[in-house]
């Protein structure tokens, strides 16, 4: 198996006995069975301090990965994982680390930019929202000869304990002839979740990789408004479980793309 660690180096809302900006290093796993503190001055918040210190919390077995939710840390870890033969990787999905925070009192907010629009040549030719049984979910998908398919473990419903009749809700794309480049697009921006934001136009944002947004679709009728609404509500029955599907047409034959989708803000508060 393995090993997967979380970690975030940031400044600390400490400071020294002189009165100088600190900045910590905090590194979990999944499960918080193990915990890394280290703290350094400002001024030694550098590559080769972190190097040392994920030798340090590593003794004898380095992990695997490091997944790093703040995009500020991701360029430090990333050169000292390198120098270590360690993978780092973006990843909103730091539950245990994002608690670890929450019980510290330490700021979580990320800036994050205004929503982009979808590149016009990703364009699909319609859309509408759907809802598939918890039960039925991972059957419908797991076996299909479908290019791109996310269905990652923690985010399979019988693993988050949600019940067979649950109704997961989701949004289907009918690409046409963009299907593929669109599942593709789709893939290379890492998709964490699919919002409805209502505005003028409403319409739905993909958020993605560590603070991208996307709009994936607009729209001004009053029937689909309240349609998103609902989906938004089956969300919350779903602990945020949702999914994103792109296909050619409604023949129902064919699938391009897959994913299981879910809010860090959901997974953190159904953590607490």
């Not at 910590?24 to 796993?29: P, S, W």
């Not at 994982?81 to 999905?93: M, S, T």
């Not at 969300?235 to 299981?260: A, E, N």
Request: net charge negative; charged share 15%; with cysteine.
């Amino acid at each position: 198996m393995s090993l997967v660690w979380q970690a975030d180096f940031y400044r600390s809302p400490h400071k020294d006995a002189a009165g100088n900006s600190l900045w910590e290093l905090l590194i979990c796993d999944a499960t918080r069975s193990f915990q890394y503190v280290a703290t350094c001055p400002q001024s030694g918040a550098n590559a080769s301090w972190l190097t040392l210190q994920l030798q340090q919390a590593a003794g004898d077995k380095l992990p695997d990965l490091i997944q790093v939710f703040r995009p500020q840390s991701l360029s430090l870890i990333e050169t000292a994982g390198g120098n270590l033969g360690i993978k780092v990787a973006p990843h909103r999905q730091t539950v245990a680390l994002k608690q670890w925070l929450v019980e510290k009192q330490y700021p979580l907010a990320i800036d994050k930019p205004p929503p982009l629009p979808l590149p016009e040549n990703l364009w699909g030719e319609e859309w509408r929202f759907a809802t598939i049984p918890a039960g039925d979910l991972v059957d419908l998908f797991s076996d299909r000869p479908i290019p791109i398919l996310s269905m990652p473990e923690s985010l399979q419903p019988l693993n988050m304990g949600l019940a067979s009749t649950v109704a997961i809700p989701g949004v289907v794309i009918f690409g046409g002839r963009r299907s593929l480049r669109l599942a593709q697009w789709i893939q290379s921006v890492n998709p964490v979740s699919l919002h409805y934001i209502a505005g003028a136009p409403d319409g739905l944002v993909l958020e993605a990789g560590l603070v991208d947004r996307w709009i994936l679709v607009t729209f001004e009728d009053a029937e689909v408004a309240a349609a998103a609404q609902v989906y938004e509500q089956r969300k919350q029955q779903s602990r945020g479980l949702h999914f994103l599907i792109v296909q050619p047409d409604d023949s129902g034959m064919t699938y391009t793309g897959f994913w299981l989708l879910q809010g860090e803000e959901v997974s953190l508060n159904h953590r607490n």
